[in-house]
């Protein structure tokens, strides 16, 4: 019988936290949730946001700097 209570058996409630956490002492690292929601992909719609508002700042930032030197010509 698998023992569920061991955190690399266990799927429920925070035992994958607990596995991630330590994969990431393991590894030297500082374990967060939000690290771990965003590793396991539970976050990749707030993830592909920033991209896309970081890639449209960008944008307005190049359209803005295209438009300056025309103002003083």
Known sequence: MTNLTD??????????????QEECEAAGKEATVNDWMRASGQLQNRIDFEEAKKAAEAEALKAKKAESPKKEA
């Open 7 to 20: 955190s690399k058996n266990a799927t429920h409630h925070w035992y994958p936290f607990l596995k991630y």
